[in-house]
T-cell receptor
Framework: AQSVTQLDSQVPVFEEAPVELRCNYS??????LFWYVQYPNQGLQLLLK??????LVKGINGFEAEFNKSQTSFHLRKPSVHISDTAEYFC????????FGQGTRLTINP | NAGVMQNPRHLVRRRGQEARLRCSPM?????VYWYRQLPEEGLKFMVY????????ESGMPKERFSAEFPKEGPSILRIQQVVRGDSAAYFC??????????????FGPGTRLTVL
């Protein structure tokens, strides 16, 4: 069985500050990990994915994530956030059948 | 290339009525997935279909829910005799290549179902 835990339900940060959104997973099979972003009243957009290879994955909009097998984590980071990054962020594990975390609401304060 | 299309975007039903949610995958995609997002929760997998076949329906409630993806036309998620607890956002995703972990799922904008 696979599961995902997003440790923070809400993360408020100031504009231009760095941010880290935490994600821990458990999986008994090959690990494929994803981060999606959901803007209000919209569907999910893929930010980045880890399938194999380099543990540091770079995605769109300046986001990156690091796969840490020993800590079973896949935290999402951005060195400097913008107001437009305000959204809900979901971590997911799986192949055809994705298992999602509860989501982290990122709010950016000016 | 149009993205995944879902309609209606908003659907209001009274208890006991039927709800039909439609999903048109991206051009060239032959696999469709349905997920449900309850308020303040993440998405939960419901069903995975390819044309005329249900591949995995392990997330579907045992009663009242059904899904199909016919040879022609959109995929349909059907909920019979809706109850208030069915109120949620229902998302459809599609992917181009069957059976590979490299598959990226492209999500539609969702249908928000409200049951009065």
């Amino acid at each position: 069985a696979q599961s995902v835990t997003q440790l923070d339900s809400q993360v408020p940060v100031f504009e231009e500050a760095p941010v880290e959104l935490r994600c821990n997973y458990s999986s008994s099979v090959s690990v494929y990990l994803f981060w999606y972003v959901q803007y209000p009243n919209q569907g999910l957009q893929l930010l980045l994915k880890y399938l194999s290879g380099s543990t540091l994955v770079k995605g769109i909009n300046g986001f990156e994530a690091e796969f840490n097998k020993s800590q079973t984590s896949f935290h999402l980071r951005k060195p400097s956030v913008h107001i437009s990054d305000t959204a809900e962020y979901f971590c997911a594990v799986g192949a055809q059948k994705l298992v999602f975390g509860q989501g982290t609401r990122l709010t950016i304060n000016p | 290339n149009a993205g995944v299309m879902q309609n209606p975007r908003h659907l209001v039903r009274r208890r006991g009525q039927e709800a039909r949610l439609r999903c048109s995958p991206m051009k060239g995609h032959s696999h469709v997935y349905w997920y449900r997002q309850l308020p303040e929760e993440g998405l939960k997998f419901m069903v995975y279909l390819q044309k005329e076949n249900i591949i995995d329906e392990s997330g579907m409630p045992k009663e009242r829910f059904s899904a199909e993806f016919p040879k022609e036309g959109p995929s349909i998620l059907r909920i019979q005799q809706v109850v208030r607890g069915d109120s949620a956002a229902y998302f459809c995703a599609s992917s181009p290549i069957p059976g590979l972990a490299l598959n990226e799922q492209f999500f539609g904008p969702g249908t928000r179902l409200t049951v009065l």
